[in-house]
């Protein structure tokens, strides 16, 4: 299986076009085809946002939750910070991807070659974005409508049977602004699943070109 | 031009600092003063390590050979009494990497393992480390005595496939001021070293350290983020537990 996959998979809940509250799911009527998604994702400038994922599997009585931050510039820049318990921040900056870990006491750089991985996943990120969900290459798009409390979403399908047998499929549920996304759902199969919420969205506001450099004094892998 | 050799030099030098602690051998016990004394010292022992099931969340780092690391979460359930675990490694962004099941008598089934983590032989030791940390035995001891050093020793049997005739070392107060595990193969080469840090009134310890020796060493260090008693009844012990796949699309 192609590494490509599994760091697909793992960053699947990066590739989005915004976040947005999740009382903002409450009316999505906008996203009433996959053109009218890419069109509004196309529109945002600039998204930052906190989120809090939580993790639910057989093994685990309570999820379990990690907090971080996001960053999207459009149109190409994003910051993805877990705060905790782990911390790490990847960062793709015209069109150059990096990776840090925070590790006794510093912030350390992934190596190159572990990031080669993740090449496919930026182009993935770029696509979807934007709300290009139909060129994604990794998954199959199909929107479907509000159908009770559950608002409009995408759910993505792995194409190959590979990453098939990583992730189940991908949900992206929208937000009342067009272009925005309220909740990432990464289902692995029936017994586990990931949930990313995003909080204190700001829209389309200038965002600190600091924000998509390297953490801190990072030091090499 | 120093600073840019540092990090090549690394990994080597910990690959043989690893190498070098592997060649250790089990050591001689040496007696115990008098028999009130071992009384007291296998209960101290029996003292290291859970004495009921629970589900515990750690921060793991491991550090393989050639110096790469890697972070992530580690999720566990055991039983200590019948020797039953269940444990996953999570990666930061909430996917399951491998999960596996060590049910009666050790069988071992592995639930799920993504690439690089699906070989044969990863799943079995993975959970053979996490038995080491989280089911120290609690059966009778070979015998007890004290190291060179000072450090009182209880001497167990191994009962894994992976180290046939091989023994487990307990020092309930190492002399880094926590306890410590050593264990040993058949060979009497030592092959595990634990060392626990922050002992909590459930029998975990706040931190931990095991390095594995040899070829192909490592360290995995974990940090207890949080832990609640278990049912041993659960069903999450089964065998046939937790289908993975076969979900629709709602």
């Not at chain 2, 690394?10 to 115990?32: I, K, M, Y």
């Amino acid at each position: 299986m192609p590494r490509c996959l599994l760091a697909l998979a793992a960053l699947g809940a990066l590739l989005v076009a915004a976040p947005a509250s999740p009382r903002a799911a409450e009316g999505a009527g906008w996203a009433t085809s996959l053109d009218e998604v890419r069109r509004a994702g196309a529109a945002l400038r600039s998204v930052q946002a906190r989120f809090v994922q939580t993790k639910a599997m057989r093994l685990l009585r309570r999820p379990l939750r990690s907090e971080g931050e996001f960053a999207f510039q459009a149109p190409g820049s994003v910051r993805w910070e877990y705060t905790r318990p782990l911390r790490s921040v990847l960062l793709v900056d015209r069109g150059r991807l990096q990776r840090f870990a925070f590790r006794d006491g510093a912030w350390r750089a992934d190596a190159a070659e572990r990031l080669e991985a993740m090449r496919v996943v930026v182009e993935e990120m770029q696509a979807w974005m934007t709300g290009r969900f139909a060129d994604s290459r990794a998954f199959a798009p199909a929107l479907l409508p509000p159908r009770g409390e559950l608002p409009a979403r995408v759910v993505l399908t792995p194409r190959e049977p590979g990453l098939q047998k990583i992730l189940a499929r991908v949900e992206l549920h929208f937000g009342a602004r067009p272009g925005l996304i309220a909740r990432i759902l990464l289902v692995e199969g029936p017994e586990a699943s990931t949930t990313i919420e995003f909080q204190d969205i700001r829209l389309d506001e200038p965002v600190a070109p600091a924000r998509f450099r390297a953490p801190g004094e990072a030091t090499a892998p | 031009m120093s600073r840019a050799r540092t990090p090549r030099l690394a990994g080597p030098l910990a690959a043989a600092a690893l190498l070098a602690a592997g060649c250790a051998h089990l050591p001689v016990l040496l007696e115990l003063p008098e028999a009130p004394t071992a009384a007291g010292l296998q209960v101290r022992c029996h003292a290291v390590g859970p004495t009921r099931a629970l589900r515990a969340v750690h921060t793991l780092e491991a550090r393989l050979p050639l110096g790469q690391t890697s972070a992530m979460l580690g999720v566990s359930a055991a039983d200590p009494l019948r020797g039953r675990l269940r444990a996953a490694l999570v990666s930061a962004e909430g996917l399951t990497l491998f999960e596996g099941l060590r049910g009666d008598g050790g069988r071992i089934r592995v639930l799920r393992a993504l690439p690089p983590l699906d070989g044969p032989d990863f799943g079995p030791a993975l959970l053979d480390d996490v038995a080491l940390v989280l089911l120290a035995p609690r059966g009778p001891t070979l015998r007890m005595g004290r190291l060179e050093t000072g450090e009182a020793v209880c001497r167990a049997p191994v009962r894994s496939a992976r180290w046939p005739g091989g023994v487990l070392d307990v020092l309930p107060e190492a002399a880094d001021g926590g306890a410590a595990l050593r264990l040993y193969d058949g060979d009497e080469r030592l092959v595990r070293e634990v060392h626990l840090a922050g002992r909590l009134p459930s029998g975990l310890y706040q931190r931990m350290r095991l390095e594995a020796f040899g070829p192909g060493g490592y360290r995995l260090d974990l940090t207890l983020l949080e832990h609640e008693p278990l049912d041993p009844t659960d069903p999450l012990f089964e065998e046939d537990a937790a289908p993975e796949r076969g979900e629709e699309m709602p």
